[in-house]
């Protein structure tokens, strides 16, 4: 965490100094905004949380509930959520008020016995050491706490606008605001009142039954038929031995997915409902506590479930559905760019089986936003915006075929499985998917070719930055390289240098020069009247241990120098551990590389030390005009 | 955490609900008080924080300031602190904002021109892994917000009462509220009016000029002559490489320690001004900062310090110096119990070379805070409080006799030495008293005899309980054993199994069914009402791996009943893990062992599995009276 760079932080320094628009933020929801976020959910929260990091945005958030969510909703949170709110700088809290799933327990019919179940299995979560992060369950309602929080303590202080429901959107074909949004009011004095906002960009986050959607004229597509399951928070007493272990329950008399939960004793249970026909008409919705109940000690006979208190309940029912765009452009091809966007439940809906829903829904928010940020600001062309749905599109598919395989398999009862252990085994084969680690975007404005990937194996271009431990040089500390990269917006370029020490003359020492002082580095985009390091983040990592690297021969492209009084950053210099040295375990090339990472963490280039053209070339497409006419057109 | 066992909590979980004195609290300083605390220093603030887990008493805390301390004092966090923090529920949030010591630089005169200095020597700080938490370094301010925020959630409900200054107290000889303490306004609308407040015990964590030490007539002994330092926190440019890392620098100029701070940017140099004579009359306390930064330049010649911006300076005179008691008894043979006591630096002066005296302070605070609420709650006798004075002076002078040696050797030339390496072999060697770990309470009403230490070798008797890793059995996660203790004010009961499993009969069985139902067993003071646990939290630690121990075989006395739904606590229950089985790692007797730790983290006693006889008879010592008798006296 660094801070004091403009003088001495006296409270907690997680508070940024309010700046641009965060200075003077009105309370009421203005009539022009450049961003408006339909719905407080995963994907309008984290979208909100990262927009605040753009003082000279305007951003906010309107929720048709009068206040912060209080209870039920999702509560699977896979390692990659839990690297990016260290992104958003609160991994550490959540995960110390969270469940930590470190196993899964798979119980079937006794085979002795089958009318009582028994443990058949148990599997290890994350036996391979797929990330550093936990996998956790905790409530949606905390980790939205959390990103509101980063939200208002960021320098736009973006807080959510309760008490605004979306009725209908009109887009104009010119104009600086030409998205006219129709919000009326659902709480307060003005109940029931209507209202226009006008915005540059609108996020509709609100849902599985998404007016935003509707408005822009996507369709769903998918099941024909709904699967139900009754869904309980509890606090109960029971002998079940596995009440604090994640648990597939299959018996004889139904399915059931046990979910612990955070704090020690709430427990959630999905109680399989089964497929609900077109003929239902909302019969399965009528299903009440007590049937839930009951038919959960049925399942778990002999064990028996003595239920103290309800939390929460609800009758969850939902079918595979896919949004055909996630945006507002019929015609890819017509050259007009996005102006309304969805994400999240709004997109894609899906069992809750898989623990997925929450964590894409926030890396759709995430992918969006900062892309939002930068053409707001001025720094990169519209067509950034085309990405997101081109890129969250194909993620979204392969969630929705992930979930339907996995949701099939465990209501398929256990005689009906080719093999009996086929359960267990495809959940420990397939862990990195449902851990959120197989996203891998492809060939874009932001993504480069691998023409150059076998010079760092282990940072395959498209997915995420997977980092790994080194050494900051300034003291000796061991840290995490990537979680350095916090959710400010930033582009990170990752130096990884030749064999040659800092001073020495090196293909490393060539490009610090040329980052720093070439008219084409992408450092030179960068406003003049910001830091040096505002838009990009360099950082290098030397071969040698840390002792080895002298402070006063390093480049000064990478020490920048900080705030008003010029102060030097040292946490931009780093150097392999010898006990785990990055470049073995990444697949460095000891020849040195550039890994190019974007602002939501995912690798976007992966270059030779010497290959400045081709990094001009990427750049290039990534901004916008020149560093002059983007100054002039910055908003 | 555990939470949600009293109903689902939407919030916060660090949020406790208010309970007792805590629900009603009045802003205002009411004129009797259980405990009255005078200043919020880290001795005062960490005892406010504590007593505020007691919800039936009332405790207050005066300070002269009219709000939060905002700049300056301490800022060493050894590791017992950040182990403290971690009871606090603070450790994971401070250490994110911290910087971190890993490693310690020498600087001397270079032998090749003596004029310049020249990096001698680096020491790892923690070379052999005496604690699983950092040695840090943050601002105090930091700390003391932390327990403001412990105190303020706790169910108490405790807040400091900034703007009062302590004048005087006089002790009666009867009376339920005996100390009454003159109190002036430094603050608002009442500046200047002076007011009397009635307590039963009163602690001074007032400060080296401590008033409350003078009211009780105590003396503070030692050096004659002080030693000064220039101190100042600063944002500087400097081509010194090694900014960042701790540093002794001993130049022909000078010696200067050098702090690195939180936040990557600033840094504290303590400047040796040298010894103060009698005849100085304050004239050292006239340096200026431009003088401490023209020393310090002198100093790390050839390297330069450009200080852009003081966050804060001052000139810190002071000696070694101990009091002659920590609290108000002057005959220990009289029977008379304590009423007043001091804490921290009213107790104990020394240098700030070593780190130490927040440290040391919050251990003075946090040793007296739970026995005062013992007492207040009438669980143990008024003998109980004489255990704090003879607890923590001994510690004090300990640590001035460490200090002594640590500064005299910063301040000794090289040239003086017997051997040029010894200031950093010192560093290393000793290394286990400044990260906190020395202490050891001898033989007392809470801390039993070693006759049986040998069936836990590791956890040696008056030591702070070493924690280590083990698996909670409910849910397979590996855990530290010791951070489950938290500054709740409860007994701790360890019980490391025998080789049988659980439900085989065995000592284990024996003992858990004496703990259960025996008249004797210290579990049978707790008074009806609450939770069986409220006041000893026992846990059992079996040797077999966690897929081995039948939850349902686990005696009940090892899986309570907790809240008004009487749900069943399963964080009681561990195993061993095979990877770091905890029995080798603490030299635990495979016949078993029960370690029972103080509220302070500290081993009160170990003994076999079958010495009933043992642990009721120290538990008779510690409690009061019957159980029915300590139900009538309650406050």
């Known amino acids: 965490m660094q801070f004091h760079h403009h003088g001495y932080v006296s409270g907690d320094p997680r508070v940024e100094p309010a700046a641009g628009v965060g200075v003077n933020r009105p309370d009421e929801l203005p009539d022009e905004v450049d961003v408006l976020i339909v719905g407080s959910g995963p994907a309008g929260m984290i979208a909100a949380a990262q927009l605040a990091q753009f003082p000279d945005v305007v951003t906010r958030l309107v929720e048709r509930r009068p ?11 896979q390692a990659r959520s839990v690297e990016t709110f260290q992104a958003f700088g609160f991994a550490e809290r959540i995960t110390a008020e ?43 309602a ?25 009725t209908g959107l009109q887009v104009a074909e010119h104009g600086d605001h030409p998205v006219a949004v129709t919000l009326r009011r659902t709480a307060g004095p003005d ?78 249970m999905y109680v399989d409902l089964g ?64 102006r309304v966007f969805i994400a999240g439940d709004a997109c894609h809906t899906h069992s809750a089986k898989a623990g997925q829903g929450m964590n894409v829904s926030m890396q759709d928010g995430w992918n969006l936003a900062w892309k939002l940020g930068h053409v707001l600001e001025g720094r990169s ?58 996203t891998q975007y492809t060939r874009s404005l932001i993504v480069g070719d691998a023409a150059h990937q076998a010079r760092a194996t282990g940072f395959p271009i498209g997915k995420r930055f997977k980092s790994a431990e080194v050494t900051r040089v300034c003291d000796g500390n061991p840290v995490h390289l990537g979680h350095h990269a916090k959710a400010d917006g930033r582009w990170r370029v990752y130096v990884f240098a030749d064999a040659a020490r800092a001073g020495e003359a090196s293909a490393v020492a060539d490009l610090a020069d040329w980052l720093a002082s070439a008219p084409d580095s992408p450092l030179a985009a960068t406003p003049e009247e910001l830091d040096a390091d505002a838009w990009f983040d360099v950082k290098i990592v030397y071969q040698q241990p840390h002792t080895e690297v002298d402070l006063g021969a390093v480049p000064a492209v990478f020490l920048p120098r900080s705030g008003p009084f010029e102060l030097i950053d040292y946490e931009h210099v780093y150097a392999a551990d010898p006990e785990h040295d990055i470049f073995a375990a990444r697949g460095l090339d000891r020849g040195g590389a550039v890994v190019v990472v974007r602002p939501d963490q995912y690798v976007a280039n992966v270059l030779p030390l010497t290959a400045t053209d081709e990094l001009a070339a990427f750049f290039d497409g990534v901004h916008r005009g020149s560093a002059a006419e983007r100054a002039a057109d910055r908003v």
Request: glycine share 8%; hydrophobic share 40%.
């Open 67 to 77: 206040g912060r969510l209080e209870i039920g909703q999702a509560d699977g949170i």
């Open 98 to 140: 969270a469940y930590r799933i470190t196993e899964m327990a798979f119980w079937k019919p006794d085979p002795a016995d089958p009318a009582r179940i028994h443990r058949a299995a148990r599997a290890v979560d994350d036996p391979t050491g797929i990330s550093e992060f936990p996998h956790l369950l905790v409530n949606q």
């Open 142 to 166: 905390r980790v939205l706490d959390y990103f509101a929080e980063y939200a208002v303590n960021s320098p736009a202080r973006v807080r959510p606008d309760y008490g605004y429901e979306f």
């Open 191 to 268: 109940e029931g009142r209507e209202r226009v906002v006008h915005a540059k960009y609108v996020l509709g986050a609100d849902g599985a039954r998404s007016r935003v959607r509707a408005a822009i004229g996507c369709h769903m597509a998918g099941d024909q038929a709904n699967h139900a399951w009754g869904v309980m928070d509890v606090l109960a007493v029971t002998d079940f031995p596995d009440i604090r272990t994640k648990c597939s329950i299959q018996s004889e008399a139904g399915n059931i997915l046990l979910i612990p939960r955070e704090g020690g004793y709430l427990f959630r």
């Open 275 to 338: 497929e609900v026909g077109a003929d239902d008409h909302g019969a399965v919705r009528q299903t009440t506590i007590e049937q839930i109940i009951a038919r959960a000690n049925e399942i778990m006979h002999p064990y028996t479930l003595d239920v103290r208190n309800v939390a929460w309940h609800s009758v969850y029912e939902v079918g595979h559905r896919l949004t055909d765009r996630f945006d507002d452009v019929t015609d890819v091809s017509g050259g007009r760019t996005p």
């Open 381 to 438: 062309p519209e067509s950034l915006l085309a990405t997101y749905s081109a890129e969250r599109q194909v993620v979204a598919q392969n969630l929705i075929d992930f979930d339907r395989t996995w949701s099939t398999l465990m209501a398929t009862k256990p005689e009906d499985l080719a093999d009996p252990a086929e359960l267990e085994e495809f959940y420990v084969r397939t862990a990195e998917f449902p851990a959120g680690f197989m």
